[in-house]
């Protein structure tokens, strides 16, 4: 297909929704973060890892920035966090089907965005009244 007829198609889709434009900027702006796209792709291999594995799988990260990190993909829907009631404590990370979504269509961004646009703010909703109790 040339760049002219490729154009064309691009300047013929249809005017997009504004909260998928904003919600598609957000998500190019955490997964652009190079620690969110290393633990993507930690987690899409190991398909589940506590929280010292994480630290060591993704060499050069601080303990904050991992832990920061961990909260905004979970925030968004993008990590499950399961905290198991044993001493010492126990925590398990592993990406929803969102998070292996967006490893799995990390090029169809836009499209993965207006598919899950919902999904991610009910997940923010959640993640907020979670931190309310």
Do not use: H
């Not at 620690?35 to 010292?52: N, V």
């Not at 490893?103 to 999904?119: H, I, P, Q, R």
């Amino acid at each position: 297909m040339s760049e002219t007829s490729l154009r064309q198609e691009m300047q013929d889709l249809p005017p997009t929704d504004p909260a998928v434009d904003r919600l598609v900027e957000e998500i190019i702006g955490r997964v652009a973060d190079k620690w969110t796209m290393l633990l993507i792709e930690i987690l899409t291999e190991k398909e589940c890892c506590r929280f010292g594995e994480l630290a060591r799988a993704c060499t050069g990260i601080s303990q904050k920035m991992l832990t920061q990190t961990l909260r905004a993909m979970e925030r968004d829907g993008l990590v499950n966090r399961t905290v198991y009631p044993v001493v010492p404590p126990k925590v398990e990370y592993r990406l929803t089907d969102l998070g292996l979504g967006l490893s799995k269509a990390f090029c169809g961004v836009w499209l993965w965005a207006e598919a899950n646009l919902e999904t991610i703010e009910q997940a923010r909703r959640d993640y907020a009244g979670k931190q309310e109790i």
